[in-house]
């Protein structure tokens, strides 16, 4: 049975889901399958507060996740609303200037992607500002996996280390799908 949020506020359903995703992190990585795994050196972006506030963002009606391997599953009520993707593993080494680029995509109950999230990163806040307002992001919106990965994007003038690492994150994490 999976674990069903109460209706009562936003707040309390962020709470609920980061907890489960503390808890989806800390059952799955006993046999190291699940991308969300706290143990993890990349500043545990996985288990940051940011994670489960972005799904509740982009999947307002989010009450319950479930595992859908290699997504999670976002469920309103008994509603399938749509899958999330967390970049790692598939993504680790892939370096912008100053580190790794995880990413959250999301992506339809149809499984095309609505939403891509840049994650806590080590890059410079000058150059993820300017990532974060170009059209970059957007440009997988709308798209199915295999498109995706073969969607040719440039990048960000003056951002272009960032901008490469975000692109090649991307088509790590949905190489598989």
Same mark, same amino acid.
């Given at each position: 049975?999976?674990?069903?949020?109460?209706?009562?506020?936003?707040?309390?359903?962020?709470?609920? $889901?980061?907890?489960?995703?503390?808890?989806? =992190?800390?059952?799955?990585?006993?046999? =190291?399958?699940? #991308?969300?795994?706290?143990?993890?050196?990349?500043? +545990?972006?996985?288990?940051?507060?940011? !994670?489960?506030?972005?799904? !509740?963002?982009?999947?307002?009606?989010?009450?319950?996740?479930?595992?859908?391997?290699?997504?999670?599953?976002?469920?309103?009520?008994? +509603?399938?609303?749509?899958?999330?993707?967390?970049?790692? #593993?598939?993504?680790?080494?892939?370096?912008?200037?100053?580190?790794? %680029?995880?990413?959250?995509?999301?992506?339809?109950? +149809?499984?095309?992607?609505?939403?891509?999230? $840049?994650?806590? &990163?080590?890059?410079? #806040?000058?150059?993820?500002?300017?990532?974060? +307002?170009?059209?970059? $992001?957007?440009?997988? &919106? =709308? $798209? %199915?996996? =295999?498109?995706?990965?073969?969607?040719?994007?440039?990048?960000?003038?003056?951002?272009?280390?960032?901008?490469?690492?975000?692109?090649?994150?991307?088509?790590?994490?949905?190489?598989?799908?």
């Amino acid at each position: 049975m999976p674990f069903v949020f109460s209706k009562k506020s936003k707040m309390k359903t962020r709470i609920a $889901l980061f907890a489960l995703f503390m808890l989806a =992190g800390y059952v799955f990585a006993q046999d =190291g399958s699940c #991308p969300f795994r706290p143990a993890d050196s990349y500043r +545990q972006a996985s288990s940051s507060p940011k !994670v489960a506030s972005e799904i !509740v963002r982009i999947f307002p009606a989010a009450k319950s996740v479930r595992e859908a391997k290699p997504y999670l599953a976002v469920y309103g009520d008994e +509603q399938l609303l749509g899958y999330v993707l967390y970049s790692k #593993p598939a993504s680790n080494g892939i370096t912008g200037f100053a580190g790794e %680029t995880p990413l959250l995509i999301a992506f339809s109950a +149809q499984k095309t992607i609505v939403s891509v999230q $840049l994650l806590a &990163n080590d890059e410079s #806040p000058n150059m993820v500002g300017m990532i974060l +307002q170009s059209p970059m $992001l957007k440009s997988w &919106n =709308g $798209l %199915t996996p =295999g498109e995706a990965r073969k969607k040719r994007v440039d990048a960000v003038s003056g951002a272009t280390y960032t901008s490469n690492a975000i692109i090649e994150s991307l088509r790590a994490a949905v190489k598989k799908l």
